[in-house]
């Protein structure tokens, strides 16, 4: 019996419907309906998510899609942010800015994470994208004032600029006046990440009094506390502002003017910055606090009493990032006055003290969980922790998708019973069915890899540290977690057992990150060799792995899925392991 | 699967070390033990008496959890402040919160072909600086010029830590209090020892001290 074709509707309205298709992952499954779907699709698709820079070349790309108009790439591996991966180790984006200036003129955004941008990128994009709206540069490096210049000077339809947790080379040049008096199309820029000089105030009260709409605001550190009132008022539209120092002697003109100013911002819904804060000035945010819905107090060293003043204020707070110096007390307050809260950050003031200098134990996130029925997502830095109160914290927030707990100093056993927090992690997964992201610390046996593979179902992304006992650890998460995508391992025992039994899986999944665990070279090789899809990236500080026995561990592996093959832009201290290997290498 | 309870408590028990047992803490002969202010306290130039052995390099120290023997000898130092086992806690770099400041500087390896970068205001010591260097070099035998009975041969190089500073002169790592480094370092370079006769410093190189 002949097959009906799938479909048979014309171009334009096949066409038509893909354009409401706009998630990665619907997108992907139309395109593999039939081929005349996966045709239409890809000229169709405008907006292009690529989780790993190296898993894919710019030409497979452009070949694919020709019509994209945003683009979002992501370079390093996750642990670059904690300085684990030398300099030099890649996540160039000039390959594909080289590409894609050819083919896609009309290209409008480029979203970029933990990739190595240069001024001749930035001053490429100036000149070419004639339509460029949206440049983020998320925890990017390489780039200095003088390439934003280019982008001030030349993106006539520029939206959005943030350079978040960017490293930004200061070369001076008041590049923010490159904006020309004739722009006035902002609506988000984000310079929080800059150093003490790199911003002349003029410019910058010039450039927020002209775009009328701007919406996000995020200056840096070097605006003074005084400017902020003088900025508000040219911009009461503003939903999002991050103030610079928010530090003076406490004048009352000062603090009135301030208020007055935050008072007429009647569309403000979140804040942040707050570097050096003076308590005395924080009632000058009072008249937005019941509005807000997010707070990033991560920069504040404010002590628990005037947090919890401030946090009685915000009754519809959402989001909160915050110091330890809030202690229990103070997030025992928040649990009480804010019952919308979804996320919570909880940064360690004092990360690399040995002694405990707050009053913050797991009390204060148990308080928090019990009582926000919404809260979903938590960063939670303690110096002890219990299976009690991780159970209690499972049994009570099942509809956790985010749990990240890092307990200060590494193998902390449970400080009640002296056990491994095993049982607390296991009731953690067990019972929250939609967890998709989790980090463990504490004193961890295989056990809770047992757990992890039997219930974490939907996790996507673990990170693991001094944990586990032997290769039964990893070889339950490769073979239990069916959602993994995302792997990063640090100082356990796993080895070359669990991941060569389970090398089928590796291709499954975005990456895996090993760093001192017991993983031998023979094994990369073997890796390698083996599977094609698979770049086994080995980074050797020390000199060429094959200088030593096959069955040396290595210092650090990093292995991703790539249809492009190995790189050819790896620094002399990282080695692919591939079929060509010993070849190249002799 | 056992577990095996408490068996395994965290590596160090800063508080009740003694110092002289720990390879990465020696002081000058009459100087004062180091405090988890590391040199700022002590007024003099040659104010501070960290030193730090740094013979490394030797994967044969490494135990079987992919530590070596330095990393956690290095968290068993100074009391009252934490050396660093590179990279833990996993607080992101560049915003040191509730700190002022950071101050990156890079640090480049003669003969390595890499660069990192570190940041000073993470330390508060030479010894947890040199420490942390020792982690992320762990190939080189980094070897400080106070300290020259502890020289290792193991690997036949040794290499001296120095540094630039704001007026451009290079001058060898442990010269000044620790404060001051901090203030006027722009970048560290860990030179092999023949080059070291070649600096400038602005105190006469130890060595030459000695008696």
Not at chain 1, 348 to 364: A, C, I, Q, W, Y
Not at chain 1, 389 to 405: H, K, Y
Not at chain 1, 444 to 460: C, P, Q, S
């Amino acid at each position: 019996m002949r097959k009906k074709m799938a479909c048979s509707l014309p171009d334009e309205v096949l066409e038509h419907v893909f354009s409401f298709i706009r998630s990665d992952k619907d997108r992907n499954a139309v395109s593999v309906v039939c081929k005349s779907w996966y045709e239409m699709e890809r000229w169709c698709r405008r907006r292009l998510f690529i989780g790993n820079c190296y898993a894919v070349s710019p030409r497979m790309v452009i070949r694919r899609f020709p019509e994209v108009r945003s683009i979002e790439l992501k370079g390093k591996p996750h642990f670059a942010d904690y300085n684990w991966v030398p300099d030099g180790w890649g996540g160039y984006v000039l390959p594909w800015i080289v590409e894609m200036v050819g083919a896609y003129p009309w290209l409008e955004e480029i979203r970029l994470k933990r990739m190595v941008v240069t001024d001749e990128c930035l001053e490429h994009i100036a000149k070419s994208f004639k339509n460029f709206k949206v440049l983020v540069l998320f925890s990017c490096e390489g780039f200095s004032t003088d390439g934003l210049a280019a982008i001030a000077a030349s993106c006539k339809n520029l939206r959005e600029l943030d350079l978040r947790e960017s490293d930004v080379d200061d070369l001076g040049g008041h590049w923010l006046s490159h904006f020309p008096e004739t722009y006035t199309s902002l609506v988000s820029l984000n310079i929080s990440c800059l150093g003490s000089d790199e911003v002349s105030l003029s410019a910058l009260e010039r450039l927020v009094g002209r775009c009328t709409n701007l919406r996000t605001l995020r200056l840096n550190r070097a605006v003074p506390l005084d400017k902020i009132a003088y900025i508000l008022r040219r911009a009461p539209q503003l939903v999002d502002f991050g103030t610079g120092t928010y530090s003076a002697d406490l004048q009352t003109d000062v603090f009135s003017n301030l208020a007055g100013a935050f008072y007429s911002c009647k569309e403000l819904r979140s804040l942040s910055g707050f570097w050096d804060v003076v308590p005395a000035y924080l009632p000058a945010i009072y008249p937005v606090c019941s509005r807000l819905t997010s707070l990033n107090l991560s920069y504040a060293t404010i002590q628990s009493p005037d947090l919890i003043k401030l946090l009685r204020h915000c009754p519809s707070l959402q989001r909160l990032l915050v110091l330890d110096y809030i202690e229990d007390s103070g997030l025992e307050a928040l649990s009480s006055s804010c019952k919308d809260l979804q996320e919570l950050r909880v940064f360690p003031s004092d990360p690399f003290g040995v002694e405990r200098n707050v009053s913050l134990t797991e009390l204060g996130l148990v308080s928090v969980c019990l009582a926000c029925p919404k809260l979903q997502s938590v960063l939670y830095f303690c110096r002890q922790m219990s299976n009690a109160a991780l159970v209690t914290i499972a049994q009570n927030r099942p509809n956790l998708t985010r749990f990240r707990l890092c307990i200060i100093e590494p193998r902390t056993a449970d400080y009640l019973t002296l056990e491994p927090l095993d049982v607390g992690f296991g009731a953690i997964v067990e019972h929250c069915k939609d967890l998709r992201r989790l980090s463990l610390s504490g004193l961890l046996t295989d056990r809770v890899f047992e757990y992890i593979g039997r219930y974490a179902k939907k996790l996507e992304m673990l990170s693991v540290a001094f944990a586990g006992e032997s290769d039964l650890g990893l070889h339950h998460v490769l073979s239990g977690c069916e959602s993994l995508r995302k792997l990063e391992i640090r100082d356990s025992p796993f080895g070359d057992k669990a991941l060569l039994a389970n090398s089928a899986k590796l291709e499954t999944m975005r990456s895996l990150w090993m760093s001192s665990c017991s993983v031998s070279f023979g094994t990369c090789k073997l890796l390698g060799q083996k599977m094609s899809r698979l770049n086994v990236e080995v980074i050797d500080e020390c000199g060429p792995p094959d200088s030593r026995p096959d069955v040396c561990p290595v210092n650090k592996l990093y292995i991703y899925r790539s249809v492009a093959g190995p790189r050819f832009d790896m620094p002399p201290f990282v080695w692919t392991m591939d079929e060509d290997y010993a070849l190249r290498d002799s | 699967m056992s577990s095996e309870n408490g068996k395994r408590l965290p590596e160090t028990d800063a508080a009740g070390l003694n110092f002289e047992a720990t390879e990465l803490t020696l002081g000058l002969p009459g100087k004062s033990r180091v405090t988890s202010d590391g040199g700022a306290k002590l007024g003099s130039k040659r104010g501070f008496s960290e030193t730090v052995d740094l013979s490394l390099g030797d994967k044969k120290d490494t135990n079987k959890l992919g530590q070596t023997q330095s990393q956690i000898d290095a968290r068993e130092a100074a009391p009252g402040s934490k050396a660093q086992v590179v990279g833990w806690p996993p607080v992101r770099g560049y915003a040191k919160r509730g700190k002022k400041s950071c101050k990156y500087v890079k640090v480049a390896v003669d003969g390595a072909p890499y660069l990192r970068k570190v940041d000073l205001e993470m330390y508060n010591t030479y010894q947890q600086l040199l420490a942390s260097l020792e982690d992320m070099f762990s190939c080189f035998t980094i070897r400080n010029f106070l300290n020259e009975k502890k020289m290792d041969q193991v690997n036949g190089i040794e290499y001296v830590p120095t540094y630039e500073d704001k007026d451009g002169d290079w001058m060898l790592v442990g010269d000044v209090p620790w404060q001051m480094f901090v203030e006027s370092c722009k970048r560290i370079r860990l030179m092999k020892n023949t080059e070291t006769v070649e600096l400038a410093p602005r105190t006469p190189p130890k060595w030459s001290r000695r008696s």
